[in-house]
């Protein structure tokens, strides 16, 4: 199973904090599985022209690659001016619409406010189902209080990023079973 | 209908297509050369010739897999190894080239092939080639509305006064040769979207309709768009022929022609398009309803009789040559059309 972190911002260090994290946890939890990190800050990425993906070349080619080869994806993003950053909604635009089909997409979000709270319902989610994902319903949500230099300082945030992992492992495994019986019904 | 070769009382034309696509065939993971593939679509013309086939068109792609860049090059050589089949681009990517040139290669086919040549001009689904040849992907839209234009007026007009934005201006000029008589067929490329069909029907121009699945009532919203707005525009819209183009393939029984077809269309897909074609709407393919013509030739004669009901089309042209499909059973696909297929649609659809 191929699993991308996808850290959706070039600002801050909180949600690549957190994907940090999460990316262990799959790893110490899950050695079998093949892990990516991806951080948008580290990337030279082109502004989606219209392309098709395979088209783009370098950094972008090669972010989008991994996220169309992964089975689940783990999408980390920061809030920003109540809404998710332009760089991770750049990444949907340069993906074809169909682009998580067959793919689980579980969710962390940072924020400075938890009035942002519900930025991942209206605006995250509606792209990912839009976009055909498989979706971990239960997202997980992080307050700047919950960080102190680099670090995740509360507890209950590790056990649920560890349980996010477990959903998200549990789901992608499910749907490939489910998959996998409809499937061979169809005798071709 | 004349203007465009089409005589309704024969009935519904039928053609194959192919994109030139160079990909391995699933079962054995092999590619054939480019020269054998090359070689096979020459000698699938001569094949769909002689079982009765009405058209052949060879699409233009610039991207890896594929083998038909020089297209016109290609039906160049089919015209020659024919005697009557009508042969076509399907597309031309009229927008990265100049209207000039494509007119001259496409009118030379035409005295080549004693009359039998037509255009199908689109504006590339890939932008490899705006790359290749110095285009701006900005200038997708202008680029293929102005560049199509032009190719008409040359069509029409012996003698061309022109001028654009994205080539030297036309003065006095004729343009040579010009076809056997007098003028070619241009249908405009439509990827079965209302919103391009319409463009279409505005300019009062065959549309030429490519669709890779789904319902045929969809389509058909399509169709009614294209010939409201040529209505709307001024024009006869029966006077304007309509083909559809789209997967074809037909076996002893349609869960066999699933069977034999899916992993093509699915590796290939892959491959050229970077995701699969999922098996679910590939088995909703086999439905009478839908637009894939995949089943046995009692089926398919059945879903294309329907099609031409809803459609009201005068050409319905096959694509059964994607994803490396072995030349044999392209062989017997022909074999089929040419005995049953083919005999049951012309009776059916002549007036």
Redesign the interface.
């Known amino acids: 199973m191929k699993v991308v972190g996808l850290s959706g911002s070039k600002v801050g260090t909180k949600t690549r904090t957190a994907l940090d994290y999460t990316i262990k946890s799959v790893t110490e939890n899950y050695p079998a599985t093949q892990t990516t990190l991806i951080d948008l800050a580290d990337f030279d990425i082109q502004f989606s ?7 783009y070349e370098g950094d972008t080619k090669y972010v989008l690659q991994s996220l ?1 080869e992964a089975d689940a994806i783990i999408m980390g993003t920061p809030i920003f001016q109540a809404s998710i950053p332009a760089t991770l909604k750049n990444i949907f635009d340069l993906l ?1 619409e ?2 998580f ?2 793919k689980v997409v579980s969710m962390l979000v940072t924020a400075g406010s938890p009035k942002h709270y519900l930025i991942v319902e209206q605006q995250l989610k509606p792209i990912l189902g839009y976009m055909k994902a498989q979706i971990v319903q239960t997202y997980l949500f992080i307050e700047e209080k919950d960080f102190h230099r680099k670090e995740i300082t509360n507890d209950d945030v590790l056990f649920r990023i560890d349980r996010l992992v477990e959903d998200t492992i549990l789901l992608t495994e499910t749907y490939k079973q489910i998959r996998e019986a ?2 061979a019904e ?3 | 209908m004349e203007k465009y070769r089409l005589d309704p009382s024969k009935g519904m034309e039928f053609g194959l297509y192919t994109l030139g696509d160079h990909l391995p065939d699933p079962g054995t993971a092999e590619r054939i050369s480019p020269q054998q593939r090359i070689r096979e679509l020459i000698e699938l013309a001569q094949h769909a010739e002689q079982a009765g086939i009405d058209f052949f068109s060879v699409g233009e792609s610039h ?1 890896e897999y594929f083998v038909t860049q020089a297209h016109s090059v290609v039906l160049s050589a089919i015209a020659q190894a024919t005697e009557k089949i009508k042969i076509s681009s399907s597309s031309t990517i009229i927008s990265t080239s100049d209207p000039v040139r494509v007119y001259e290669d496409f009118a030379t086919i035409d005295l080549i092939s004693g009359g039998r040549a037509e255009i199908v001009a689109g504006r590339a ?4 080639l705006y790359d290749l040849l110095g285009y701006d ?2 200038d ?1 839209e202008e680029l293929y509305e102005e560049k199509f234009d032009l190719l008409r007026k040359i069509n029409e007009e012996e003698v061309v006064n022109w001028s654009g934005q994205f080539r030297p201006a036309l003065n006095d000029a004729k343009v040579l040769p010009r076809p056997l008589n007098g003028s070619l067929p241009i249908w405009r490329a439509v990827g079965g979207t209302p919103a391009s069909a319409i463009k279409a029907g505005y300019a009062g121009v065959p549309m030429y309709m490519a669709h890779l699945g789904g319902p045929v009532s969809v389509f058909k919203r399509t169709v009614d768009a294209y010939r409201e707005a040529a209505q709307q525009s001024g024009f006869d819209p029966s006077e304007l022929p309509v083909a559809t183009a789209g997967f074809f393939y037909a076996a002893e029984s349609s ?1 066999q022609a ?2 034999e077809m ?1 992993p093509h269309i699915n590796e290939g897909m892959k491959r050229t ?3 699969g074609f ?3 709407n ?2 909703q393919g086999a439905d009478p309803r839908s637009v894939m013509n995949i089943g046995s030739p009692q089926e398919i004669i059945e879903k294309i009789l329907y099609q031409h009901e809803q459609f009201g089309h005068q050409r319905y042209i096959a694509q059964m040559d994607f994803g490396g499909m072995p030349f044999d059973k392209l062989m017997k696909n022909i074999e089929l059309i040419g005995n049953e297929i083919l005999p049951a649609i012309k009776k059916y659809t002549a007036k």
Do not use: C, H, I
């Open positions: 022209d219209g392309r098709n993906y395979l088209e169309m074809p169909n682009a089909r067959d409809k499937e169809y005798d071709f | 991207q689904s890939r932008v490899g992907l900005r997708y869960q699933l069977r899916y398009n970077g995701q999922p098996k679910q590939f088995a």
